[in-house]
């Protein structure tokens, strides 16, 4: 174990550090998961003779928690990296020193004059520049901001896990939203919604006193994309967590959390001032109930000073709401949002809100229970919108309400657990999903109106910003179940920080950070890795095929489910089969929910001739024999797509079979396992959804499509198991 010269209270705290993440060197070793893409083991030897002139030192100035973060992560990841020590200096007395500083903090940065250059990146963005000092040819990273010298670290760092030259640097770097969010859809018991991946992270009966070592990795592997705030507790909400025992224990994990820049902030409930407040309403217009909020934010913010504010879900799925009340959202948001204010925090109010009601199209309920309230909302309170009409399915249009609100602050919502994806069982990168649906065009000022644009303040100069990610970690040694999900959080965060980036671009990176910087075999996983999702939309729900999983736990298929006990929590109200055709006409004909979109994209998904073919049958029921732009009819096109993702989960399975020498053998095998259930899965699914719907289309299947390997009738007595 290492010692570094530090002020007595972080020795300790150091020595657990570095015991957690030191390991032994050798690029290929069995691995468990645990390290993400922090790993650090040795560069190949060219690229280490590259480097070794330019980083010989390095000169930290400055002993605050968040720079002692910082600097052990330098440290330990450049002499990981490269295999030699990369000492600490006080002076820069060699070429190669590497000077890391705020003008606060270093004397030397302070000299640099960067005061302007600095000021424009803001607390949380930095430089990291090439440059001399005196006759000395040295790098400097340097922030305004703590924070933002700990992303500046992690960028360095990325760039020599990446192998990219450090000669003639010249970066200037912030992030593009402001709230780059977790949410967690943990429980108190240690059960998470949706989470696949073992339990809640956060141990509520030991917290305050025990705090799991784990957490701080969990910070710094979020700080390391830039993710600066986790909603700890589950949006179906419990009260409990609004307690001053359970806010101790909130502070507890703020308490780690914070030198990493991760600020916590909480799900509310809305009845929350009956439960624990004993008051006989909740109505937001009471002023009893209002005075309850405030004096709550005052004590919460009295227990955790830098809290970041509250999540809520209101009247959606059972959860209480101001509907309750026959107040409007903007009402309850608003009271929530005057009781934060005074303390700087803010209200994150979903819209995820629908009730069932006869006959009504659930993708346009967001849009008639919000929109009316345009410009309603006060300047600390974020609308936060899924990023499809319906529910985080393997695909769906962009949802309405972005770029329909102009006076309202929106912040999108993503899952990146993988409720309806195949859990942690299937490969599916999302990146590109999310790139689909950020550079979405919403016409909303004209062509060019991309989601992007919405939610990043540009378009309607939105002063709040952010963006939430519906966590996908857990208690299990690799944090996310499949290893290959570890890159759905890592590009939600570099997303987050940069919505222009390509999927392309953060596949290779987390590739060559987590599994290899062996060429060859980068570019045959990211091309694996970059055509999955299309593959699970393939074998799940193809040409805009929606909801048509098993219902509750939603893994599998079940297209025939028709005893929800709304019409909504049925799968043929999503898909509308018969015997004339397939899928929802949400058009002028159907229930008209596409007049939620301006005119322009209206026309584009109306219009049968220009709507894109993989939303087809959100906006449509066309008849079976329906002429598809390849020239085949509609039916064959349906089975040919169930057909293809399943032939990619076979290549796919083939591909990483050929890498075994190339990745390590204890993530090898793990992957392999989990791609053989893919494949499985993929089959029954295109078999189950075939049969069901030939039962209309009374159709054979094409030439080139398998016969299925049981009968409806099997395939609907039984779920698929995970
Ligand atoms: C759905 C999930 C449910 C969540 C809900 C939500 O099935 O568990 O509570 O979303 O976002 O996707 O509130």
New binding site residues.
């Given amino acids: 174990m290492k010692l570094y010269r530090l002020p007595g209270n972080y020795t300790l705290l150091m020595c657990l550090i570095i015991t957690a993440f030191s390991s032994p060197v050798s690029p290929i070793r069995a691995e468990d998961g645990y390290r993400l893409w922090l790993r650090y083991d040795p560069l190949p030897a060219q690229t280490i003779q590259s480097y070794r002139t330019r980083i010989t030192s390095l000169v930290i100035q400055g002993d605050s928690p968040t720079m002692l973060a910082m600097r052990l992560e330098l440290s330990r990841g450049c002499s990981g990296l490269l295999g030699y020590q990369v000492p600490p200096a006080d002076i820069i007395d060699r070429d190669g020193a590497i000077v890391v500083g705020t003008p606060k903090s270093s004397s030397i940065i302070a000299g640099l004059k960067l005061d302007r250059q600095l000021q424009a990146q803001g607390q949380e963005g930095y430089l990291i520049r090439s440059t001399r000092s005196g006759n000395r040819s040295i790098t400097v990273i340097a922030s305004n901001g703590e924070t933002g010298l700990l992303y500046g670290a992690f960028h360095f760092l990325r760039l020599l896990q990446t192998q990219r030259s450090i000669d003639k640097l010249n970066i200037a770097e912030k992030p593009r939203l402001q709230r780059r969010l977790l949410n967690h859809?943990d429980n108190l018991n240690g059960s998470i919604?949706?989470g696949y991946a073992g339990q809640s992270l956060w141990n509520w009966s030991e917290l305050p006193d025990r705090i799991d070592d784990r957490l701080r990795d969990y910070a710094r592997a979020n700080a390391s994309i830039g993710i600066n705030g986790s909603v700890l507790n589950n949006?179906?909400a419990n009260s409990r967590s609004l307690s001053a025992e359970y806010l101790h224990k909130a502070a507890a994990i703020a308490a780690v959390f914070r030198p990493y820049g991760v600020r916590v902030y909480l799900s509310a409930r809305f009845s929350a001032p009956i439960e624990l407040g004993g008051l006989k309403t909740a109505d937001p217009l009471d002023r009893e109930v209002s005075q309850w909020w405030k004096k709550k934010a005052d004590e919460i913010y009295g227990i955790i000073p830098d809290f970041g504010g509250f999540v809520v879900?209101a009247n959606?799925?059972g959860q209480p709401g101001p509907r309750t009340y026959n107040r409007s959202h903007a009402d309850g948001a608003n009271m929530l949002a005057a009781a934060l204010a005074p303390h700087n925090g803010i209200v994150m109010w979903?819209a995820?809100v629908y009730d069932a009601k006869p006959g009504y199209d659930r993708a346009g309920a967001a849009s008639e229970n919000l929109e009316p309230f345009d410009g309603k909302f006060a300047a600390n309170i974020l609308l936060q919108v899924k990023n499809g009409p319906i529910?985080?399915q393997p695909r769906e249009p962009f949802h309405p309400l972005f770029g329909a609100m102009p006076k309202t602050q929106l912040m999108p919502e993503l899952q990146i657990t993988q409720?309806y994806l195949g859990f942690s069982n299937h490969l599916a990168f999302l990146a590109p999903m999310w790139r689909e649906f950020l550079d979405s065009d919403t016409f909303a000022k004209g062509r060019g109106s991309t989601v992007t644009k919405v939610v990043d303040g540009s378009l309607y100069r939105q002063r709040l910003t952010g963006i939430a990610g519906v966590a996908n970690t857990g208690s299990s040694r690799n944090w996310t179940g499949h290893d290959f999900a570890q890159a759905n959080w890592y590009a939600f965060g570099r997303l987050a920080w940069n919505p222009d980036q390509t999927s392309s671009q953060i596949a290779r990176e987390w590739i060559e950070m987590t599994l290899t910087n062996d060429r060859s075999v980068i570019d045959t996983l990211a091309r694996l890795i970059l055509e999955s999702h299309e593959a699970v939309v393939d074998y799940m729900t193809p040409l805009g095929l929606h909801h048509i999983m098993w219902p509750g736990h939603?893994y599998g298929p079940a297209p025939w489910w028709d005893r929800g006990e709304r019409d909504d929590w049925n799968s043929v109200y999503y898909h509308r089969a018969d015997l004339k055709g397939l899928g929802f006409d949400r058009t002028g004909d159907g229930s008209n929910s596409i007049r939620h979109y301006h005119p322009q994209v209206q026309k584009s998904f109306a219009d049968l001739k220009a709507c894109p073919d993989k939303f087809l049958l959100w906006f449509h029921h066309l008849p079976w024999d329906y002429r598809m732009r390849s020239g085949r009819i509609m039916w064959d096109e349906l089975a040919l797509h169930y057909q293809r993702g399943v032939e990619w989960t076979r290549s796919a399975r083939r591909q990483w079979g050929g890498l075994a020498g190339s990745i390590d053998p204890e993530r090898h095998k793990a992957v392999a396992m989990k791609l053989e259930i893919q494949e499985r899965d993929a089959v029954h699914w295109r078999d189950a959804v075939l049969l069901y719907f030939q039962t209309f289309s009374k159709r054979p299947l094409p030439d080139g499509v398998e016969k299925p390997q049981r009968t409806l009738e099997e395939y609907k007595a039984r779920s698929l198991t995970w």
């Fill in positions: 859809w919604e949706r949006v179906n879900k959606s799925e979903r995820f529910d985080f409720e939603h």
